[in-house]
């Protein structure tokens, strides 16, 4: 496609829309935000009943945060509100990497 003098005012509210969109994207990255951290859809249960509801799920998009920390092959990761910086919960993983195979 061939853009041939000026937007139009359908393209700009588009370009406007991908730009405003993909600064959210970075904000969201950057500030922890749980929808960017690759949570998976079963550990959004923010109130700890067991089921996830919608209302659960947005809030990931706005009102939760994680922070990571990795100590040696113990990965954790801390879910907090955003708004008050109280503690939701903390999931811990332990990985372990293969071992390098032996040259002869």
């Not at 009102?63 to 990965?75: H, L, W």
Request: charge should be positive; glycine fraction near 8%.
């Amino acid at each position: 496609m061939i853009l041939s003098g000026r937007f139009s005012r359908r393209r700009k509210m588009l370009l406007a829309i991908v730009v405003v969109l993909l600064a959210w994207v970075g904000y969201a990255w950057y500030t922890g935000i749980a929808i960017t951290q690759g949570i998976e859809e079963r550990d959004m249960d923010w109130n700890g009943d067991g089921q996830v509801t919608r209302d659960e799920i947005w809030q990931s998009f706005y009102a939760v945060g994680v922070s990571r920390t990795q100590n040696g092959p113990r990965e954790c990761s801390t879910f907090y509100w955003r708004s008050s910086g109280a503690q939701i919960r903390v999931d811990c993983r332990t990985t372990f990497k293969a071992a390098p195979a032996e040259k002869k």
